[in-house]
């Protein structure tokens, strides 16, 4: 039996991209737009770490949240229509002062009934930013918690201060929020089942019981404190176990899974990353963030000086870009719909023997089934563009 090597999980991935959780599935209309806003400042970076984030640049976030509004104030003057979801991510949003975060999203234009997500780390998460960051439209908060356990948080290069997790969700409840998230990650050096098992009993037993729940499958990326040291890096097989341990927690607390790594009780899933994961266009403000328009890709400038001169000169900051072909679109839509319990068209896969345990067909979608989510690069390269369909 071949190893269970889990596909590539992580939040940014090239595939972390999924289809609707079933109930719509048919392609983003024209006008639905989501807006990221990168934020680029840390207190400290995780070994793991391989975003744009710096822990020595506190003292640029003024100029900072000016450039952001600056290049937003120069794509709404070339016609950006109105966010229906805004995501702001980092780094680490809540490191900046609540006033200097209340700026940076009063620059977004949002349609009624917007989504506004801002990602928080528990120790600088408060009941005074939260209440501003309600007042400034946000309803939905994404809590980066990783693990409840500190010798796990150590052996992935990660600070948190005791306590700061439930003081956090505590400070969720108390500021209103309709919904949030917890973000997890498991397989780090030093964590063994149990401790994965008593981390999620002890988020799912958080008051207020978190809605929504991330776990990604720690990844070791090039350049990273955790790549140079091979023994922290995780097991496959580890991984797998992990994951079942994960699956069979949520569905046991009614969190179901709408992609791989995602789960959620019903009308709790993020609509910012539903909207991504259907090919919608996005688009991405500040160092480092990318875009998509129809099929146009392109990604800002990755230094937060050099963005910060480029906006002053031109309003803008790209640094390159690439446009998908239709046939290539096709099959990418294909990829990340299969991330997703909405699955694929039956017409995309030929499910041979070979595919057997790794998805079943639910009247004519093909669905990766819980073995097949953990091969679902098995399943991945299998996929073609049904005869017929755009791209074909």
Avoid at 35 to 46: I, K, T
Avoid at 359 to 364: P, Q
């Amino acid at each position: 039996m071949p190893a269970r090597v889990l596909v590539d999980h992580r939040p940014g991935s090239a595939l972390d991209l999924s289809a609707d959780s079933g109930r719509d599935r048919a392609p983003a209309h024209a006008g639905e737009l989501g807006v990221y806003l990168h934020v680029p400042f840390c207190s400290h970076r995780c070994d793991y770490c391989a975003f744009a984030t710096w822990t020595d640049r506190g003292h640029l976030m003024a100029d900072y949240v000016a450039a952001v509004r600056t290049e937003l104030a120069y794509a709404y003057d070339r016609g950006l229509r109105d966010a229906d979801t805004v995501f702001v991510g980092g780094g680490t949003p809540s490191m900046l002062p609540a006033e200097l975060l209340a700026e940076l999203l009063s620059g977004v234009r949002r349609a009624p009934g917007a989504e506004v997500t801002v990602e928080c780390n528990p120790e600088s998460t408060t009941v005074g930013l939260l209440d501003r960051l309600r007042a400034a439209g946000v309803n939905r908060v994404s809590l980066g918690v990783q693990s409840v356990h500190a010798h796990v948080l150590s052996g992935l290069g990660r600070r948190q201060v005791p306590g700061s997790v439930e003081r956090a969700v505590e400070a969720v409840g108390t500021a209103g929020f309709p919904t949030f998230n917890v973000d997890l990650v498991y397989g780090g050096a030093g964590e063994t089942d149990d401790d994965w098992r008593r981390t999620l009993e002890a988020v799912l037993a958080l008051d207020p019981s978190p809605p929504h729940v991330s776990a990604y499958a720690l990844t070791v990326e090039p350049g990273t404190p955790l790549a140079r040291d091979h023994s922290r890096h995780p097991d496959d097989d580890v991984q797998a176990n992990r994951y079942e341990i994960l699956d069979e927690a949520m569905a046991d607390a009614g969190l179901a899974w709408y992609e791989l790594s995602n789960f959620a009780r019903a009308g709790h899933e993020c609509r910012h990353n539903l909207a991504c994961w259907r090919q919608a266009d996005y688009r991405g403000f500040g160092c480092a963030a990318h875009s998509h328009e129809a099929g146009r890709r392109s990604w800002n400038i990755h230094s937060v000086e050099r963005y910060l001169a480029a906006v002053r000169r031109t309003g803008t900051a790209t640094a390159g870009e690439e446009v998908l072909g239709p046939e290539r679109r096709a099959l990418e839509r294909l990829e990340l719909a299969l991330r997703t319990r909405d699955g694929v068209p039956v017409e995309a896969l030929e499910a041979g023997d070979e595919l057997e345990h790794l998805v079943e067909r639910r009247g004519d979608r093909f669905v990766l089934t819980r073995q097949g989510r953990l091969l679902a690069n098995e399943v991945l390269v299998r996929l073609r563009v049904p005869p017929g369909s755009p791209g074909a």
